[in-house]
């Protein structure tokens, strides 16, 4: 492959004919293809082309064969999956789905920086791939903004497992991040301390990398710059990482500390998986959010303990909390008397030219203006003492018949008089009979 790329446009590689370059590195470029059967627009990432030169170009071939059928069982809908693999005039090749919304980095180049919450959008998702990668025994080792492609809906998903890996074994023969040419195998601005020394790596390289992407995120660059690479590696090896509080205004003093453990010099101290270092700064944003929520808010909008009728009379107001200014009518305005009987021996509870008017408040939308317990409340007797009176006169009465009816229940007493005859008497007076005479008969 030439130093451009574009002398491949227009061949084929298989039942694939590259149209178009869309985007290169130091060991490929990949192409926009039309694929012949069946009929689609798909990628391709075409290795480099001047091992077939060198004499381990097979021992290349063996091994990335073996890592692209590792990187192919990878399924996850953050990483971006592998259709095929192929070679032709000793040119490996590898096809996957076309991307059409760019890469993070394209959307950095156009927007400079991102949100606070954009950023833990991508991060999440991220987070989940890779925490799925390593549990598959596969390490990313070449995070950038690059490799994080993006679908036109915000789905993101990573590229390029294992390549970079790959490629450094073969140039160099040894496990070591220096090609033969000098240069740094990968990207030194986004590399662990330990990957630079050419140490063993695991899973929390990618927690470094991931951090340094998060960084550049939120702040529109990347945290350690140099003239050349070597000055970039001295500063990742030795110098402690920028805060981005001060850099981006919505990000708090927690989120820096978590940043900070994330990429620690030593990988001891970092957190054990990406999962884990994402949810710790998601709740370090979030807490402060809330709390920045609380401070903002005015005094009177708090939760407070029920003031009595004096503390709101002398209780000066704000401008916010003050009611609104009447209207002005063209008539003389009469204020209109609320709905239940408004006790005129107590002044309102917020007195003033509005005083009257229902004003809503705490309960069932009025303020309350008695609110002494020990006040006497007009209207506020109990129904049973209200009812005492005409339980007593109905007593009365019920008891008066009563008396009425046993009068009248008496029995007559009779007396016999001297003569022999009998003499009722009663204790009332009683209508005496008119006396008949029955006449005797005849005789004959």
């Given at each position: 492959?030439?130093?451009?790329?574009?002398?491949?446009?227009?061949?084929?590689?298989?039942?694939?004919?590259?149209?178009?370059?869309?985007?290169?590195?130091?060991?490929?470029?990949?192409?926009?293809?039309?694929?012949?059967?069946?009929?689609?627009?798909?990628?391709?990432?075409?290795?480099?082309?001047?091992?077939?030169?060198?004499?381990?170009?097979?021992?290349?071939?063996?091994?990335?064969?073996?890592?692209?059928d590792i990187i192919?069982?990878?399924?996850?809908?953050?990483?971006?999956?592998?259709?095929?693999?192929?070679?032709?005039?000793?040119?490996?090749?590898?096809?996957?789905?076309?991307?059409?919304?760019?890469?993070?980095?394209?959307?950095?180049?156009?927007?400079?920086?991102?949100?606070?919450?954009?950023?833990?959008?991508?991060?999440?998702?991220?987070?989940?791939?890779?925490?799925?990668?390593?549990?598959?025994?596969?390490?990313?080792?070449?995070?950038?903004?690059?490799?994080?492609?993006?679908?036109?809906?915000?789905?993101?998903?990573?590229?390029?497992?294992?390549?970079?890996?790959?490629?450094?074994?073969?140039?160099?023969?040894?496990?070591?991040?220096?090609?033969?040419?000098?240069?740094?195998?990968?990207?030194?601005?986004?590399?662990?301390?330990?990957?630079?020394?050419?140490?063993?790596?695991?899973?929390?390289?990618?927690?470094?990398?991931?951090?340094?992407?998060?960084?550049?995120?939120?702040?529109?660059?990347?945290?350690?710059?140099?003239?050349?690479?070597?000055?970039?590696?001295?500063?990742?090896?030795?110098?402690?990482?920028?805060?981005?509080?001060?850099?981006?205004?919505?990000?708090?003093?927690?989120?820096?500390?978590?940043?900070?453990?994330?990429?620690?010099?030593?990988?001891?101290?970092?957190?054990?998986?990406?999962?884990?270092?994402?949810?710790?700064?998601?709740?370090a944003v979030e807490?402060?959010?809330?709390a920045t929520t609380?401070?903002?808010?005015?005094?009177?909008?708090?939760?407070?303990?029920?003031?009595?009728?004096?503390?709101?009379?002398?209780?000066?107001?704000?401008?916010?909390?003050?009611?609104?200014?009447?209207?002005?009518?063209?008539?003389?305005?009469?204020?209109?008397?609320?709905?239940?009987?408004?006790?005129?021996?107590?002044?309102?509870?917020?007195?003033?030219?509005?005083?009257?008017?229902?004003?809503?408040?705490?309960?069932?939308?009025?303020?309350?203006?008695?609110?002494?317990?020990?006040?006497?409340?007009?209207?506020?007797?109990?129904?049973?003492?209200?009812?005492?009176?005409?339980?007593?006169?109905?007593?009365?009465?019920?008891?008066?018949?009563?008396?009425?009816?046993?009068?009248?229940?008496?029995?007559?007493?009779?007396?016999?008089?001297?003569?022999?005859?009998?003499?009722?008497?009663?204790?009332?007076?009683?209508?005496?009979?008119?006396?008949?005479?029955?006449?005797?008969?005849?005789?004959?």
């Amino acid at each position: 492959m030439t130093e451009n790329g574009s002398e491949l446009i227009g061949t084929t590689l298989g039942n694939y004919t590259l149209e178009k370059l869309i985007g290169k590195g130091g060991m490929s470029a990949v192409y926009l293809v039309q694929q012949k059967r069946p009929a689609r627009s798909v990628a391709i990432k075409v290795l480099r082309t001047e091992a077939k030169n060198q004499a381990n170009y097979a021992a290349f071939l063996a091994r990335f064969q073996r890592e692209a059928d590792i990187i192919a069982k990878l399924e996850h809908i953050n990483i971006i999956p592998i259709y095929e693999y192929g070679e032709q005039d000793q040119q490996a090749y590898l096809v996957m789905p076309y991307i059409s919304g760019g890469s993070l980095s394209s959307l950095l180049a156009k927007q400079g920086r991102l949100g606070v919450h954009q950023a833990l959008n991508f991060m999440s998702q991220a987070a989940s791939a890779l925490d799925y990668a390593h549990s598959q025994h596969v390490i990313h080792r070449d995070l950038k903004p690059s490799n994080f492609l993006l679908y036109p809906d915000g789905r993101l998903v990573l590229a390029d497992f294992g390549i970079a890996r790959l490629t450094e074994e073969v140039e160099d023969g040894e496990h070591t991040t220096l090609t033969t040419a000098g240069t740094i195998l990968g990207t030194p601005a986004y590399m662990s301390p330990e990957a630079l020394r050419g140490e063993a790596v695991d899973g929390r390289a990618d927690i470094y990398a991931l951090g340094v992407v998060f960084y550049q995120m939120l702040s529109g660059e990347i945290p350690f710059k140099g003239e050349s690479h070597f000055a970039i590696v001295d500063k990742h090896l030795h110098e402690t990482f920028p805060p981005l509080y001060g850099v981006h205004p919505e990000i708090p003093l927690a989120a820096d500390a978590v940043l900070a453990k994330a990429t620690a010099k030593d990988k001891h101290e970092r957190y054990p998986t990406t999962g884990e270092f994402v949810k710790a700064l998601r709740e370090a944003v979030e807490n402060s959010e809330a709390a920045t929520t609380i401070r903002s808010m005015p005094d009177s909008t708090l939760p407070t303990q029920l003031a009595s009728a004096s503390a709101l009379k002398d209780t000066p107001q704000s401008e916010e909390s003050k009611p609104p200014t009447p209207v002005e009518f063209a008539q003389p305005y009469t204020p209109q008397h609320p709905p239940y009987p408004y006790p005129t021996n107590q002044p309102p509870a917020h007195p003033g030219s509005w005083q009257g008017i229902p004003q809503q408040g705490a309960h069932n939308g009025w303020y309350q203006t008695n609110t002494d317990p020990n006040q006497k409340r007009e209207g506020g007797w109990p129904l049973a003492l209200k009812i005492i009176p005409s339980l007593m006169i109905l007593a009365a009465i019920v008891i008066i018949s009563l008396q009425v009816m046993g009068a009248f229940a008496q029995k007559p007493t009779a007396s016999q008089n001297n003569d022999g005859s009998t003499q009722t008497n009663a204790t009332t007076p009683t209508t005496q009979p008119t006396p008949t005479s029955t006449p005797l008969p005849h005789p004959r």
